[in-house]
T-cell receptor, first 119, second 114 residues
Framework: EPEVTQTPSHQVTQMGQEVILRCVPI?????FYWYRQILGQKVEFLVS????????KSEIFDDQFSVERPDGSNFTLKIRSTKLEDSAMYFC?????????????????FGPGTRLTVL | KQEVTQIPAALSVPEGENLVLNCSFT??????LQWFRQDPGKGLTSLLL?????REQTSGRLNASLDKSSGRSTLYIAASQPGDSATYLC?????????????FGKGTKLSVKP
């Protein structure tokens, strides 16, 4: 069964360093998302991506964050200069339908996450 | 702004019991509602997706209902097993200003005792 994969599973970095989190969405999916979950808190939306551009971003997704689809399979989240408060589990998700396409959405499928620890 | 709440925060039941997890949302204008399972330190596994036009969905021992007018969804688990122990999250996908991102509740941590 196709699944979303993410690498690395755990990343430890020093404050101020750049990190790139990688995701391989399900192959026929067209919509891609990043979410994060700070320990003990809700899963929060960061950004959605379609047709090689950002569809929507939350207020968390400031200038320190960027996303890219560098090739036909990978989807990356870059944090330019990490802060202590960026420590969280980061989840990538994908779906094959988005808003406005018919009367319904399809499911979002999530990857296993990357645990980011900023020291 | 859509907010999703799940009650109770934690639930402990003996094996074999039927149980109901509750989810409420403040804005009834949703496209769909999705239930997930999260094991400790792991990702989210999609369990059920209910479209806005549907009232329930079933998968095996799981049944999810949706009542948009009252802003509620329930996840019913029949004949619970220790392997069902996990945190269950509900997430609403709404119209208001979003392109389709999910808004999550904090989850209900379920423990099924053998």
């Amino acid at each position: 069964e196709p699944e979303v994969t993410q690498t690395p599973s755990h990343q430890v970095t020093q404050m101020g360093q750049e990190v790139i989190l990688r995701c391989v969405p399900i192959s026929n999916h067209l919509y891609f998302y990043w979410y994060r979950q700070i320990l003990g808190q809700k899963v929060e939306f960061l950004v959605s991506f379609y047709n090689n551009e950002i569809s929507e971003k939350s207020e968390i997704f400031d200038d320190q964050f960027s996303v890219e689809r560098p090739d036909g399979s990978n989807f990356t989240l870059k944090i330019r200069s990490t802060k202590l408060e960026d420590s969280a589990m980061y989840f990538c998700a994908s779906s094959d339908l988005g808003r406005g396409q018919g009367s319904s959405y399809n499911e979002q499928f999530f990857g296993p996450g990357t645990r980011l620890t900023v020291l | 702004k859509q907010e999703v709440t799940q009650i109770p925060a934690a639930l402990s039941v003996p094996e074999g019991e039927n149980l109901v997890l509750n989810c409420s949302f403040t804005d009834s204008a949703i496209y769909n509602l999705q239930w997930f399972r999260q094991d400790p330190g792991k990702g989210l596994t999609s369990l059920l997706l209910i479209q806005s036009s549907q009232r329930e969905q079933t998968s095996g021992r799981l049944n999810a209902s949706l009542d948009k007018s009252s802003g509620r969804s329930t996840l019913y688990i029949a004949a619970s097993q220790p392997g069902d122990s996990a945190t269950y999250l509900c997430a609403a996908r709404d119209y208001g200003g979003s392109q389709g991102n999910l808004i999550f509740g904090k989850g209900t941590k379920l423990s099924v005792k053998p």
